[in-house]
């Protein structure tokens, strides 16, 4: 089948252009200012401009032997857990060829066995997380690098033996290689792909590194500081809340839309361990006192900017899987019955929620989850901007993303996507925008 190409190649090879020259450098600075430059872009910046190319390849850190252990032991772990621990059988949403993935949902207990495991590591002295935040760097290296190959071996994958219907070339190498070719790659029937770099690999290291953070802060003071106990618990409740509902994000655009490819795997591999972990690395050497009265505060609203993003997310699956049978803050939601065309010409309806969160704005649940982000990296305060890089970094993201999702479900449901934008004006923040 021929994948329908949905972003120019102009587009895609400036995309990954940017993305190969930025990013990597960004993500070896960002670690080498947090860990050695005390936090302070300036002085790297400084170093760089007294010691040029040849100071930033001495920075840049090999990937160590270490580094590729502690890759492949967690990474094998994790893989181990998802095919292992038991769960649920989940159904994802059906795909424009009209095949319906199937998943095996034990995220909640993978995440609990990774948790408990790593701390107990540590706790019993079989091993210290401390080593992980000593070769983070190389780490960081190894996974650049790491995730290429990776990568490149998904592009065969999905020319010689793709998993599903859902696969097909664009006929461009550049494009397919980038944006992916297999909505659902598998190895054999059961073990997902995406679920394992999205889930397993990419947002259960944001979990382990937390934990790894607060540890070395720990063992290099002798004492957590409160800023680093509210930003590693925020951090926690985040990713709990995460596999709690990781059955949902399976009907994401992650998930149900983006391919896997260079692009999504790259964010999931290299992004997320290093950039959303980053406001806890730079506390690790910035133990910051906030008082007991000022840290409960801290802790109790980013909670509860985590609980009201998930109520967003559960609201709208409760109401589509119930087909709009449910209850929304007490009373029958409204809602628009939206038909729409499928690639293979089949006429279908969806719902459309128009009250509720959903009916404050039509991506409301993005306010919560850039403010409780910035709650987490609030403990750091403010003598350093590079800790709030990824508060920065998701507002983008999310802006982006509200306007690509935006444009596709007008796609996608045309006059019926008018009707909701003309009940729920507003994209993002009510009144506002
Ligand atoms: P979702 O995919 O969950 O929601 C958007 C989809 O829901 C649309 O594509 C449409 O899909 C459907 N939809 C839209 N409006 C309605 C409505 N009124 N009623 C019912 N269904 C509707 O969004 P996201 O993937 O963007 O977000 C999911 C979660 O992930 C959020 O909590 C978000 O904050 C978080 N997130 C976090 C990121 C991070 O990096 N930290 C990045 C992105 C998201 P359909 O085709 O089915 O109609």
């Avoid at 934990?211 to 004492?223: D, F, H, R, S, V």
């Amino acid at each position: 089948m021929e994948a329908k190409t949905v972003h120019s190649p102009a587009l895609t090879y400036f995309s990954m252009l940017s993305l190969l020259s930025l990013c990597p450098p960004f993500v070896i600075l960002l670690w080498y200012t947090m860990v050695h430059a005390d936090g302070s872009v300036v002085q790297t910046w400084n170093f760089l401009k007294q010691h040029g190319l040849q100071g930033f390849l001495e920075i840049w850190p090999r990937p160590s032997a270490i580094a590729w252990k502690i890759i492949f032991v967690y990474g094998a772990f994790e893989a181990a857990l998802q095919l292992i621990l038991p769960g649920k059988r989940v159904e994802g949403p059906i795909s424009p060829t009209g095949h319906r993935p199937v998943y095996k949902a034990n995220g909640m207990a993978a995440y609990f066995v990774t948790v408990v495991t790593y701390i107990s590591l540590w706790w019993f002295e079989i091993f210290n997380p401390t080593v992980v935040y000593d070769h983070l760097g190389e780490i960081y290296s190894a996974l650049i690098f790491g995730s290429l190959i990776f990568c490149v071996l998904l592009y065969i994958k999905g020319h010689v033996a793709p998993s599903s219907t859902d696969s097909g070339s664009s006929g461009n190498l550049i494009i397919d290689f980038y944006w992916g070719m297999e909505l659902y790659p598998r190895i054999g029937k059961s073990f997902d792909i995406k679920v394992f770099t999205n889930c397993r690999f990419g947002m259960m290291s944001w979990a382990v590194l937390a934990i790894t953070y607060c540890i070395k802060q720990y063992e290099a003071n002798g004492k957590v500081s409160d800023s680093m106990l509210v930003n590693t618990t925020l951090m926690l409740v985040y990713v709990t809340k995460f596999f709690w509902w990781e059955a949902g994000y399976w009907n994401t655009m992650d998930i149900a839309h983006d391919r896997a490819g260079f692009y999504i795997c790259w964010g999931c591999l290299v992004w997320v361990p290093s950039i959303y972990t980053s406001p806890g690395m730079y506390l690790v050497n910035h133990p910051v006192n906030l008082g007991t009265q000022l840290a409960l505060y801290i802790l109790v609203t980013g909670i509860l900017c985590i609980y009201i993003n998930y109520d967003c997310d559960r609201q709208r699956q409760e109401f589509r899987r119930t087909n709009g049978k449910c209850k929304i803050w007490g009373k029958a939601p409204s809602k628009i019955e939206a038909s729409y065309t499928t690639t293979s010409g089949e006429t279908k309806t969806s719902l459309l929620l128009t009250s509720g969160w959903w009916g404050l704005a039509r991506h409301f649940h993005y306010v919560p989850e850039i403010l409780a982000s910035f709650f987490w990296t609030v403990p750091a305060l403010f003598n350093h901007f590079l800790a709030y890089f990824y508060v920065v970094y998701l507002t983008i993201l999310l802006l982006d993303r509200a306007k690509r999702d935006d444009d596709r479900c007008r796609s996608k449901y045309g006059k019926y996507w008018k009707l909701y934008c003309n009940k729920v004006p507003y994209k993002i923040i009510p009144g506002i925008y």
